[in-house]
């Protein structure tokens, strides 16, 4: 056993932040080989600009100065306020010492004095593309009660080697099917005629997609969420690229996709939310959408060369989207739960 403390990340303190992310690297470099790459400019940014709809704190065991591990928790503050997300990792060479342990135990009481009932984590698992991702995290998990509550697949697509000509016969073949809709693309807050249905497609979201035995309740999204979720990306310096389908004849918004590239990023992105509302499904729209969106990538930034997305294993309508517009298999990335 190695002694510690457990202090709150001071973002005012240049060697703890330097440190703290330093130990993120590493835990990155040795567990999470082949997928995409810790990006220290980003959790530098969330550690100093959050959401306003969560709240968030940081924590790390410190040894005589010295940065042993980390761990985050998120606490929803409008909906699933039952819920606290953590993410937690130790430095290869302090663990089996007690640091995630204790680290673990402290957001456990947390999450006690704060009313929480559920704990969730996200943990990678090998796959064909990264069969080197390390299997310790989901066995600590498991030890420490948490359940295996959503199993998730993690793909890339590698924009250099798409077939672009392949994709344009599959543009007009789904485009045939779409002439009732109008694709706006845009970046950032979505605008004022399609902001109030973006809101309500975000909104569908917690409860469309499958969820396995994960507890995740339904949440009330609206244009004022969007804005203050834009105005966190904007000043974390991210690029949030969206394409939106529009119905033509009544104006509502039938679906749209999101890809978000993080300040100091300059390979890897990654895809947020995609969907479709189920009054206008069948019109291939989600094809369109990730099509268009995937191009937009390229225009904004030429060099970017992955877009990384996950989706549950059972949800094979969106599996087989994005395999068709050149996403493949890397890894899973499942949830574990833990409730109180």
């Known amino acids: 056993m190695t002694h510690f403390d457990i202090v709150p990340v001071d973002p005012g303190d240049p060697a703890q932040v330097r440190a703290r992310l330093a130990v993120m690297g590493a835990v990155d470099a040795h567990d999470h080989a082949g997928t995409r790459h810790f990006n220290p400019a980003h959790a530098l940014a969330a550690s100093v600009v959050g959401r306003n709809d969560v709240r968030s704190e940081r924590w790390v065991a410190v040894c005589d100065g010295r ?20 993410d937690l990792g130790v430095h290869p060479d302090e663990r089996r010492r007690g640091v995630g342990s204790g680290l673990l135990r402290h957001v456990e009481e947390r999450a006690a004095e704060e009313g929480r009932s559920a704990l969730s984590t996200w943990i990678l698992a090998p796959g064909e593309g990264a069969p080197e991702v390390r299997t310790e995290g989901a066995a600590f998990a498991v030890g420490k009660g948490y359940q295996l509550s959503l199993n998730c697949a993690v793909r890339a697509v590698e924009l250099d080697t ?3 000509a392949a994709l344009d016969r599959l543009w007009d073949e789904v485009a045939a099917k779409a002439a009732d809709f109008d694709l706006v693309a845009f970046e950032g807050l979505p605008p004022e005629r399609i902001i109030d249905g973006m809101a309500y497609l975000h909104a569908r979201m917690y409860t469309d997609m499958p969820l ?14 969007l804005a203050g979720w834009s105005e966190m990306r904007r000043l974390r310096g991210e690029l949030h690229l969206q394409v939106a389908a529009v119905h033509r004849e009544s ?3 039938a679906g749209f996709t999101e890809i978000i590239v993080e300040a100091g990023s300059e390979f890897d992105c ?11 499904r069948g019109h291939r729209l989600g094809t369109l959408l990730k099509i268009a969106n995937q191009r937009a990538v390229r225009s904004w930034r030429p060099r970017m060369r992955f877009v990384w997305t996950g989706n ?29």
């Open 67 to 86: 940065v042993l591990g980390y761990a985050d928790a998120t606490m929803p503050l409008l909906d699933n306020t039952h819920s606290v997300y953590v």
């Open 162 to 164: 798409v077939d672009e």
């Open 212 to 225: 396995g035995e994960w507890d995740l309740q339904e949440a009330a999204i609206d244009r004022d969420r």
């Open 251 to 253: 104006g509502e918004v």
């Open 270 to 280: 990654f895809q947020g939310d995609t969907i479709v509302d189920p009054r206008f």
């Open 312 to 340: 549950a294993v059972s949800n094979d309508h969106m599996i087989a989207i994005n395999e068709s517009v050149g996403y493949r298999l890397v890894c899973e990335e499942n949830v574990y739960q833990k409730k109180r």
